[in-house]
């Protein structure tokens, strides 16, 4: 009788050994925050050594990690997007979303983001996460398959087309602005009221029973879409608020200081997200990455000094971007890394964080997890990107390849280029004539890929 008792509790604190493991798994899946700014380069961000104040983004390298190879999935708007929530190299989109969507557009109206063309938050939402875009989307507008709401999120605010009127929220004068699947009127200033939007977000979830994935993408410090009276049509237009562009006033070029005005309205932003989050009880549990959709332009005020070139196009400066990310107690804090890392290991890093399979998934990018919690090393890395003309930048179709320190590059012209990324980072000594060797194996595995992905 006594042994037999004795089983029964055993039995009994066995199951309660276990049982609570299962429901702290479960409660203890992290949520995710992905910041996401348009148009901003490298030498934008205050850490990266930009003399544009950015103490709320510098606070984000502070508490964690700094990525100095890190590349965005394309030099331009729509294919970046694209490839950071599918996992896939642009190039395989059933649309071929390699040039950017315009709003204007009639054959644009019927491109976008296909069904079947699985996002992260598809992936997440069916495994009982709390999904939501807040910001830019720019991966098809008009049909209401195209929303956000119809490729895993179940909230959305924000817009559509590539820019916005900062203060009345339209592409010109068409409206463009959504509360999920309705347009709505708002007025403010859209940096602001994208951060209001995540406030609301985030303090929502703090009674949630469900993690969350926030896809957080400002539309700024891009330029906004006015529209000319005179002319009857959009226009392109730098919109900074006057109290911000006093804060800048040491910087002596006009459309410097005026991107630099948007971008500090922006740092103040991602401040009031951090302190929403942490103020509600998440910021422990949350795996936070800054990044940018691709370099600066700088037409309208951004930089990517030192890199060579700017958005669409493939040198360095048009995909070569500032990354952070922060999670106390898994990723050290004030650490950097120079492993070879881009958007696309998103997609399989935060499932492997959330436990989430993949299987039955084609994705392009690699789990690296172990590189943000113990610096395990990824190994050499093979990217390739391919990118469609851009009207209003005037540019063409480019290619590039990196195989490991080496990159290969051709542009619209036709004009080639070989780089050594570890000696020669800046790309100011063409190899073309030196490495003939190099140069035919790149041509040949640039070729290869691309017929490879192509849909």
């Not at 103490?55 to 030099?75: T, V």
């Not at 996460?129 to 959305?156: C, E, N, V």
């Not at 103020?279 to 370099?295: A, K, P, R, S």
Request: proline share 5%; hydrophobic share 35%; aromatic share 10%.
């Amino acid at each position: 009788m006594i042994l037999h008792h004795s089983r029964g509790w055993f039995l009994l604190f066995v199951l309660f050994l276990f049982a609570p493991l299962t429901f702290s798994e479960a409660a203890e899946r992290p949520n995710f925050l992905i910041i996401f700014t348009d148009d901003q380069g490298i030498n934008d961000v205050g850490c990266y050594g930009s003399e544009i104040p950015t103490p709320h983004i510098d606070q984000l390298a502070k508490e964690g990690l700094r990525f100095r190879q890190y590349y965005s999935a394309s030099a331009i708007c729509t294919p970046s997007r694209f490839g950071i929530l599918t996992g896939r190299n642009p190039s395989r989109s059933k649309d071929q979303l390699l040039g950017a969507l315009m709003f204007m557009s009639d054959v644009d109206r019927n491109r976008g983001i296909q069904p079947g063309e699985t996002t992260i938050a598809d992936v997440l939402q069916k495994n009982g996460y709390q999904t939501a875009l807040i910001g830019k989307w720019h991966l098809g507008h008009g049909a209401k398959s195209f929303l956000p709401t119809s490729h895993g999120f179940d909230l959305f605010r924000g817009h559509t087309g590539g820019c916005i009127d900062y203060f009345t929220m339209t592409y010109g004068n068409l409206p463009d602005w959504y509360h999920n699947q309705q347009h709505v009127s708002e007025n403010g200033y859209a940096t602001d009221l994208i951060t209001e939007e995540a406030e609301h977000f985030l303090k929502a979830q703090r009674t949630a029973d469900k993690p969350f994935f926030l896809f957080l993408s400002y539309n700024a410090p891009h330029f906004g879409k006015g529209w000319s009276p005179g002319d009857q049509s959009p226009v392109n237009i730098m919109q900074p608020q006057g109290a911000d562009l006093k804060r800048v006033g040491s910087i002596k070029d006009k459309v410097r200081r005026e991107f630099a005005a948007m971008t500090v309205a922006l740092d103040d932003g991602i401040g009031r997200v951090m302190a929403t989050l942490k103020n509600n009880g998440l910021d422990e549990n949350t795996l936070v990455i800054f990044m940018t959709d691709h370099g600066g332009t700088y037409v309208y005020g951004g930089s990517n000094h030192p890199y060579r070139g700017a958005k669409a196009t493939l040198f360095e400066g048009g995909i070569r971007v500032p990354c952070i990310m922060r999670w106390p107690g898994k990723i050290k804090a004030a650490t950097e890394t120079n492993e070879v890392t881009w958007a696309l290991d998103l997609f399989p890093t935060i499932c492997q964080f959330a436990n989430v399979k993949t299987g039955g998934l084609t994705l392009d990018g690699q789990d690296i997890s172990g590189l943000l919690t113990q610096q395990t090393p990824v190994g050499k890395r093979e990217l390739f990107w391919q990118l469609g003309p851009h009207e209003e930048l005037k540019r063409g179709r480019w290619t590039a390849l990196r195989q490991g320190d080496w990159k290969y590059i051709q542009n619209e012209e036709g004009d080639e280029f070989l780089f050594d990324l570890k000696t020669d980072p800046y790309e100011k000594q063409n190899q073309l004539q030196n490495k003939a060797a190099k140069l035919a194996e790149l041509q040949k595995r640039r070729d290869q890929i691309a017929d490879h992905l192509s849909p």
